[in-house]
């Protein structure tokens, strides 16, 4: 079993930043996929971003240019950092590690961002 604890969210006004960090209890590298995904009130998860074992990402069209993702595989870790940001942006974000130990999701972190 592996445990995914992400943390950094908060209240941030529309235009300012957040740093969203995601630690694993066990190595990383063993997930061919880790990655971002978030909920907002009333509407289905979303996937925000996804970085392989090999460091190739895939953003959501909502956050390219905003958003960057990346991984510390000694550290157990994967970051989001999140620029720009915007009211649509509110949710609880999650992080997601995928692979052959199996599928593992996070408690969420809550971001609002106010107009």
């Known amino acids: 079993q592996v445990q995914l604890v992400e943390s950094g969210g908060g209240l941030v006004q529309a235009g300012g930043s957040l740093r969203l960090s995601c630690v694993a209890s066990?190595?990383?590298?063993?997930?061919?996929?880790m990655g971002w995904y978030r909920q907002a009130p009333g509407k289905q998860r979303e996937l925000v971003v996804l970085?392989?074992?090999?460091?190739?990402?895939n953003y959501a069209d909502s956050v390219k240019g905003r958003f960057a993702v990346s991984r510390d595989n000694a550290k157990k870790t994967i970051y989001l950092q999140m620029n720009s940001l915007k009211p649509g942006d509110t949710a609880v974000y999650y992080c997601?590690?995928?692979?052959?130990?199996?599928?593992?999701w996070g408690q969420g972190t809550q971001v609002t961002v106010s107009s």
């Open positions: 970085i392989t074992s090999g460091g190739t990402t």
């Open positions: 997601n590690a995928n692979g052959s130990p199996g599928n593992y």
């Open positions: 066990a190595s990383i590298w063993r997930f061919n996929t």
